[in-house]
């Protein structure tokens, strides 16, 4: 993007693979099909995000909101945080990173399907659960993401992007986090 384009505020939508194999784990043992914070794996979210123009202090951060929706009906999550960019090559290729505190709808814990004096359909339901939703261990998680963006036009980006969501541990010892990567077209606003 020009200069100009580079100081606006933005939008973007993106389409984001939900719940990937996190970085360099190798797939699961025998007999297991996810590992723990891969119960969701699969689904597609849809991410709205929002950025003011840079500030002018602190490396230019730009403050952001974020709403990433589940089309499958798993966890979806809204988040307020900061994004710092650096342009090389013209302006034409941006790389980004952010950290962001987000709230979601998912389970802090799903409830266990063992619990003495369960139904068996209740039982079956909770077994459900913890087979296909992850179990956050708080409602309250970072949001630390990067994205590497490409000018199209003097308004128009594409991103490739990364979001991690976890409490790193903090609020309770169940803490699988979730990645997710896709691609968001960005538009500066403004003239």
Do not use: C
């Not at 939008?11 to 723990?36: M, N, Q, S």
């Amino acid at each position: 993007m020009p200069a100009a384009a580079q100081e606006r505020p933005e939008i973007a939508i993106g389409l984001l693979d939900h719940g990937v194999r996190k970085p360099f784990r190798a797939a699961p043992p025998t007999g297991f099909d996810l590992y723990e914070g891969e119960e969701e794996r699969g689904s597609v979210d849809v991410q709205l995000v929002y950025r003011t123009a840079p500030l002018g202090f602190a490396l230019k951060p730009r403050l952001t909101a974020r709403l990433q929706v589940n089309t499958e009906g798993g966890t979806n999550f809204a988040s307020l945080g900061a994004e710092w960019r650096q342009h090389v090559l013209q302006g034409r290729v941006y790389g980004q990173i952010g950290i962001g505190l987000a709230v979601h709808d998912g389970y802090r814990f799903t409830p266990d399907p063992f619990a003495p004096g369960l139904a068996l359909a209740e039982a079956l339901r909770r077994l459900e659960i913890e087979a296909t939703r992850t179990s956050f261990g708080s409602r309250v998680l970072f949001n630390p993401n990067l994205s590497v963006g490409v000018t199209l036009s003097e308004r128009v980006a594409v991103e490739a992007a990364f979001e991690h969501f976890s409490h790193a541990a903090l609020f309770s010892a169940q803490n699988p986090g979730i990645n997710n990567i896709g691609l968001r077209l960005v538009v500066a606003l403004g003239k």
